[in-house]
C-alpha cells in the first residue's frame, strides 16, 4: 500500500496562476484533509470531505476549491494564486472522523 | 471551535533526559487527542493517542496523560535518543482535528 500520495512534490507560481494538488489514497477511507502548514502556527484546516460526494469549508477556505472525484481522491484547487498561499500543504485521510488521520508527504508551493 | 494551545514551542534536552510537552483544548466535546511527530521534508505520523475515557496511555518510552476536568494532555518522552529530535504536534477532535502550533524538540548528544 502506497499510503497517501500527493502530487507534485514542489511548485512555483507566478501570482494569479492556477493549479491544482492531487491527492489520492488506497486504504479506502471515507474521509479526506487539506492542511497547510506554515512557520509557527501549526496545521490549519483548509477543506475537508467526510465522505464521497461531499466536501466543507475548514479553518482557512479562502482562495481555495476542492473536489471529490471518487473515494480514493481529493484534489485542491487554487484558482488564482497569491504570496499567501505560499505554503506547505499536505492531505489526510481517516476510515472515520475520531480515528488516526493518515498524512501524505506534502506539496511545498511557492507563489512569487 | 476548538481551540488548541501547546508548550513549549521549543525544547532542548540532554539525551537521556525527559521531555514533556502540554496541551490545552477549549472544546469539553472533543473526546479523541493524538501525538503527531514530524521529520523534516515528511508529513505528520502519528506516534501515540488517547480518548476521553481514558486518562494515561503508554507505548514504550512515550505516555500520554489525559486531564478532561482542566482540559488538559500532556506527552512524555523519557530516556530521550537522538532520532527523538523533531516537531510534535498535539490535536483535539470535536468535528475536525485541530492542531496546537508544534513543539520543536532537540535532543542534545
Known amino acids: 500500500n502506497a499510503g497517501v500520495t500527493q502530487t507534485p512534490k514542489f511548485q512555483v507560481l507566478k501570482t494569479g496562476q492556477s493549479m491544482t494538488l492531487q491527492c489520492a489514497q488506497d486504504?479506502?477511507?471515507?474521509?479526506m484533509y487539506w492542511y497547510r502548514q506554515d512557520p509557527g502556527m501549526g496545521l490549519r484546516l483548509i477543506y475537508y470531505s467526510a465522505s464521497e460526494g461531499t466536501t466543507d469549508k475548514g479553518e482557512v477556505p479562502n482562495g481555495y476549491n476542492v473536489s471529490r472525484l471518487n473515494k480514493r481522491e481529493f484534489s485542491l484547487r487554487l484558482e488564482s494564486a497569491a504570496p499567501s498561499q505560499t505554503s506547505v500543504y499536505f492531505c489526510a485521510s481517516t476510515e472515520d472522523r475520531g480515528d488516526e488521520q493518515f498524512f501524505g508527504p506534502g506539496t511545498r508551493l511557492t507563489v512569487l | 471551535g476548538e481551540n488548541v494551545e501547546q508548550h513549549p514551542s521549543t525544547l532542548s534536552v540532554q539525551e537521556g533526559d525527559s521531555a514533556v510537552i502540554k496541551c490545552t483544548y477549549s472544546?469539553?466535546?472533543?473526546?479523541?487527542f493524538p501525538w503527531y511527530k514530524q521529520e523534516l521534508g515528511k508529513g505528520p505520523q502519528l506516534i501515540i493517542d488517547?480518548?476521553?475515557?481514558?486518562g494515561e496511555k503508554k507505548d514504550q518510552r512515550i505516555a500520554v496523560t489525559l486531564n478532561k476536568t482542566a482540559k488538559h494532555f500532556s506527552l512524555h518522552i523519557t530516556e530521550t535518543q537522538p532520532e527523538d529530535s523533531a516537531v510534535y504536534f498535539c490535536a483535539a477532535i470535536d468535528y475536525k482535528l485541530s492542531f496546537g502550533a508544534g513543539t520543536t524538540v532537540t535532543v542534545r548528544a
Open positions: 488517547i480518548r476521553s475515557n481514558v
Open positions: 486504504m479506502n477511507h471515507n474521509s
Open positions: 472544546d469539553s466535546a472533543s473526546n479523541y
